[in-house]
């Protein structure tokens, strides 16, 4: 069962602060995604990344994914308000069955503080 | 708004009943995923369909059973409820079934009393 691990899981700062999350598995994965989900609403993808070592940038947000394709990063550069939101990271591997599985993280719910 | 539409959006039950959600996958999307999401356990592959036939088994319950119709909407049915199964319930599609990118739902509360 592959597993990924999500760091902090509570996250509370000031408007205007830097943040990082982890997610960390011992699994390796095809592709990591990055989803947001507000309460009440399905998690929305913001970012796929698939080469080991990459890294993409969504405007304040910045994505890395592990060099062994393990593991990833998401940091945020002053943090807003509208930020606020649960962060989950999935890991994609070929389930041997025909498909993509998506094995997710348990999230990080931050809260932004104006 | 992903394009994947899934209703109820709210549902309140006994234990012991049987329900049925529906998901209607974005325009082109072959792929359905169903979800379980809950506080303890996180978001839980439950099924997946392609076109029609089941193509992965994920944490399922024998309890529960789906299907994807030929106008590829699904329909997730969940029978002999327990309080336990009280979780957001979620739909994704895709265009394939080799592909790892899911557009999710809306989703579905279901609160079983």
């Known amino acids: 069962t592959q597993l990924l691990e999500q760091s902090p899981q509570f996250l509370s700062i000031q408007e205007g602060e830097n943040l990082t999350v982890y997610c960390n598995s011992s699994?390796?994965?095809?592709?990591l995604q990055w989803y947001r989900q507000e309460p009440g609403e399905g998690p929305v993808l913001l970012v796929t990344v698939v080469t080991g070592g990459e890294v993409k940038k969504l405007k304040r947000l910045t994505f890395q994914f592990g060099d062994a394709r393990k593991d990833s990063s998401l940091h945020i550069t002053a943090a807003q308000p509208g930020d606020t939101g649960l962060y989950l990271c999935a890991g994609a591997a070929y389930s041997g069955a025909g498909s993509y599985q998506l094995t997710f993280g348990k999230g990080t719910k931050l809260s932004v503080i104006p | 708004d992903s394009g994947v539409t899934q209703t109820p959006k709210h549902l309140i039950t006994a234990t012991g009943q049987r329900v049925t959600l529906r998901c209607s996958p974005r325009s082109g999307d072959l792929s359905v995923y169903w979800y379980q999401q809950s506080l303890d356990q996180g978001l839980q592959f439950l099924i997946q369909?392609?076109?029609?036939?089941?193509?992965a088994k994920g944490n399922i319950l024998e309890r529960f059973s789906a299907q994807q119709f030929p106008d590829l909407h699904s329909e997730l049915n969940l029978s002999s409820l327990e309080l336990g199964d009280s979780a957001l319930y979620f739909c994704?599609?895709?265009?394939?079934?080799?592909?790892?990118?899911?557009?999710f739902g809306p989703g579905t509360r279901l609160t079983v009393l």
């Open positions: 369909y392609y076109n029609g036939e089941e193509r």
């Open positions: 994704a599609s895709s265009v394939g079934w080799l592909t790892d990118t899911q557009y």
């Open positions: 699994s390796v994965f095809s592709s």
